[in-house]
């Protein structure tokens, strides 16, 4: 081997290197980080209700699971943490007809997704879920194997969709107990939809985009009532609330997530400072 | 020290290949950049050895929103500001056709009675049965529960009537801002989203052509029938626009009024104002 060849050689060798280290640091940099078990506060009083206040209890859990602060609606934490995980969720939405979006316009379309004009409606894996519990909600808990019969009937569906339906039901129920022994959900209480799984994603990532300054604020206030608003009109209480957000981990039998769960989850019903504490004192104000 | 010998082959093949791809690259963007300038410009592009009357002539004209939005002379078969590589891409990339058996399939799918949003079309021809028997436009109040009623009737899940309520929501935003802007008269309405995939059938059957993958006999029955089913279903050039435009930013504008709206707009403006546009000079072809 000349020594020319040798250079060239080590030079092909060294870039490889590089590429490889610069591919391995990007990877280590966007993995997940672990969820934080501890919630964070930006003060030590009390939250008073406001127009938020509804939208912070929404979001909740997903504000705990990342670190950030659950106690006001303007993020503490370092912009380019936030920056990573909003293009990591609007990642799906960066290509378009109208070829690469930018990626102020693919958050907001990532938001826009989970509080906008479809907020109302339950997408993906869920829908078989939702779809059980609604029929739950439609004829009470304790009609709720006729009220499936009943649709099943009328839709014409085969028996196997049938007995699948009851079996998501009997899942539902199991979890659900599971929920209560845990102390999220009170006694005799029940999810009413799972909405508030994505609206809770949403609500974290619009705060995250007003902070970062890729939505526009009025925008974001406005998702941010909305979320508010209909967690208001859907969920009861603010054990259903978070109930909600936590039972496709249950039924998926996830088992960190559901460790996470019971250590991370108990403590926002209780501390005075958490918006959940707030939203439970306005469901029973605002509906008295 | 010798340079080794394989060094001498490789090397200039690699050249080559760098150079041909900067080359093609090139030839593609400059061929492209004609339906570019043309887009940019917004205006009604005319090819003058092409017809700009007649039975066909009117059916490419079903196609015009596309047309323009690509920089297409309306009255061309085949796609003359296009080069066949954006083409390609295009399909590809963005429809998942690459053959002629999927060209062929996505072809006869535009061109069926049902749009890819079944959701869309309940809610729509609901309205459309409750208008004619009312003779008047139903308030969103009466197509909701005319909605619900026909869907629970026919089983629909509990889901997808949410589903079917946003629409209504949707669609009946859409048509005030269409009505605002003059997209709609004050008192009209869309009756159904099929424009959207004739409009695209039009000029899907245009860049088959283009990439030969389908005849120009072939081209040409699949233009045809996309008038055909216009003109028996739509009322005039203005009428088939509102449906085009209801049909694209349902699928993609997200309700942000923006840069998808604009897409639907400007076209319209431009071809409702534009004395070269075949919305002008064609009179509406009554079903022959």
Redesign the interface.
Known sequence: M????AVLLAAVALILLAAALREGYQRWRSRPAPPAEIARYAGDAPLPVTAYTCALAVGALSTLRAGEVLDAVGCRRPRARIKRELRAAAEPYRR???GEEDIA?AV??CV??LL???A???GGQL?GI??VI??RV?GGPELWHLAIDE???????PEETVAGLHDTAEQVERAEEQLRRTGILGAGEVVPTLLAYHWGHGVHLARGAIKAGWLDRTRGFNYLRRAGELAHRRYPSARTLLAAQLLPAYLSGDAEAIRWAEVAAPPLLTDPRSPLVAYAAHQVTGNS | ????TFVYFVAPIVLLAFVAQIVFRMRSAARSARGMARSLRNVVAVDQHEPTTGEFAAALAVGAHMSLNHGVSWNVLKDDANSRTKIYENLKN?WGVSNRGELRECLEGLLDNETGDSVADFVLDVRVQLAGRRRTLPDPHAWRQEVAAGA????????VL??M??TI??VV?YEERFRADGLLPADGFVKSLLAYDWGRAVNMARWGLKLRLIGEQQAREYIQRAGKQAFGRYTSWADLSAGYSLGRVLR?D???FD??YA?VLEPHQILLTDPASPWLTLGWPTQR
């Open positions: 000349t020594p020319r060849l378009s007809v109208l316009t907001g379309r826009n997704d906008g004009p479809g109302e409606t339950v829908q939702e779809e609604r029929h439609r649709w099943a009937g009328r839709a014409t569906l | 020290m010798e340079i080794p963005q629970r009737a026919q089983g629909v899940p509990e889901t949410d589903d309520t946003a929501e949707r935003r993609f997200n309700d942000e840069v998808w897409t």
